[in-house]
DNA sequence: GAATCGCAAATGAATATACATTCATTATTA
DNA sequence: TAATAATGAATGTATATTCATTTGCGATTC
């Protein structure tokens, strides 16, 4: 669901970077109003407004306001899955690499807290609204969990008997929670690198293979 | 912010009964409409229908829609946080705490499976829309388990070094994350109490004391 | 015991507002 | 000049809230 123009007529290099552009300044606007205000709250002239263009010209780009919201999970979530994996695959340690999952996850909350907030709240909204929408971005991401879990416990430095569907949302869950107060007042008793931190090396010794 | 119309009046024990009736119904009716729905897309006659009750008749009960969210945050987990506070006082051991308080977590998600995610949306939405209404409710439930594990680490139970105000929220995230998916497809791998004892044994090996 | 009264509670049609979306018009570009 | 892109005022819709009217019920009178 993006960009409407492109459907059928291929078009210039030049005329493609330019229509990105816009394409792109809508969505940023958009992580913007929908941060500060909700989903609903947000009025369409509000991230009009936001992105310097007029109200109609959105439409030109997005097929309506869920479509907006769509293209965010599925752009945004996007680009973060492609490069974690490439970071962990530099890694040869399930446990570095689970450490490195959740200071990157923080990392990015905290250097692109809007877009946190977006898709934090809106995954837990966007099943009631966009019932047909599968959120299959959101479930390759968490499930980069699972994997290392599973390649843990393959190369015996993670207990059997845990089982990864669970570790990973609970893995998952407690860095969301974490970073979600966070957000809400910065001005906090811990860091949020200290935050992510203190949860990989609790959860790492709750997994741990005894020895 | 609830009843309107106790205001001036003293009422006969049977008339209070019979409005409080009222209330709850519409406050049940409103939960099932918002799990359904969620709370911006129920419309205020869903709920009425829902309550067997006119439109109007709402507003003798609350004074608008965010009003009957707010009483649903205000009654309900109050009520919530009266019981496993009093369950856990029974306890001695912080350990059996924690546990105690994950199954019963887990227990409330099966059990009142609409309110949980009428709780779980709006917990993230709210923040956008009401942002005078300061969560205190929720603030106190949490706040359970950061006492537990203060009362932990004086006990030499738990690790000094973690920070319960993480901690907490970690814990708290793990079963409200893994709830979240658990309600989304019921039909899973595992039961809700089998992530209870999971999420409770990997985070209270991760933060025992080693001795 | 029936008839009447008065008041609180309930009703639901009407109102008012807010806003997503459209589209006739204008600007830009090649 | 023709085609494409952008504009923003106008439209239509949806629905939260109101309020004039009706209903229900206990008390009072005869």
Known sequence: MATKTTENTPLSPEKAIRIQD????IILAAIKVFAR???FSARISDIAQEAEVADGTIYLYFNNKYD?????FEEEIGKIIVDIKERINQEEDPKRMLRL???NHMRLVKERK???EVLQMELRQSNKFMREYRNTRFIEYVDIISRIIHKGQELNVFRKDVLPGVAKRAFFGALDETARLWILSPTNQ??????ANQISSIFLSGIEQAN
Do not use: N, P, Q
Request: hydrophobic share 45%.
């Open 22 to 25: 816009k394409h792109r300044k």
């Open 190 to 195: 811990y860091t949020i690198e200290e935050a």
């Open 114 to 116: 809007d877009l946190s």
């Open 68 to 72: 907006i919201l769509i293209s965010i």
């Open 101 to 103: 999952f959740a200071a």
């Open 37 to 39: 205000k909700g989903f």
